[in-house]
Nanobody
Framework: QVPLVESGGGSVQAGDSLTLSCVASIRTFSNYALGWFRQAPGKEREFVARINWRGSIPSYSDSVKDRFAIFRDNAKNTVYLQMNRLKPEDTALYYC?????????????????RGQGTQVTVSS
């Protein structure tokens, strides 16, 4: 069973909204910090957002803050990324990560679990 499975991606117009979901098949899901990254073709991976174990402290990259929101539902073993006012530069493969020790960040590339990703394409 795949530990993390993302869904919710698609092709949208600039200004539209999408909500990505990442369902985890992990025991003690609430013990994991969660994050979203993205990677566009030919570009480095980019940290997007993270949320701590209790879901009380979200954090965002400068490029998405005030437009994106991360939240988790521990009862459903799911983390969400709500994306508003999408821009063409948001086009990328979005994937979630989970770690029992480290908060996801731009400085770290190694996590306990990583999903396969879901594609988001934003046209102008």
């Amino acid at each position: 069973q795949v530990p993390l499975v993302e869904s919710g991606g698609g092709s949208v117009q600039a200004g539209d909204s999408l909500t990505l979901s990442c369902v985890a098949s992990i025991r003690t899901f609430s013990n994991y910090a969660l994050g979203w990254f993205r990677q566009a073709p030919g570009k480095e991976r980019e940290f997007v957002a993270r949320i701590n174990w209790r879901g009380s402290i979200p954090s965002y990259s400068d490029s998405v803050k005030d437009r994106f929101a991360i939240f988790r539902d521990n009862a459903k073993n799911t983390v969400y990324l709500q994306m508003n006012r999408l821009k063409p530069e948001d086009t990328a493969l979005y994937y979630c990560v989970a770690d029992s020790t480290y908060l996801p960040s731009a400085q770290r590339d190694d996590y306990d679990y990583r999903g396969q990703g879901t594609q988001v394409t934003v046209s102008s």
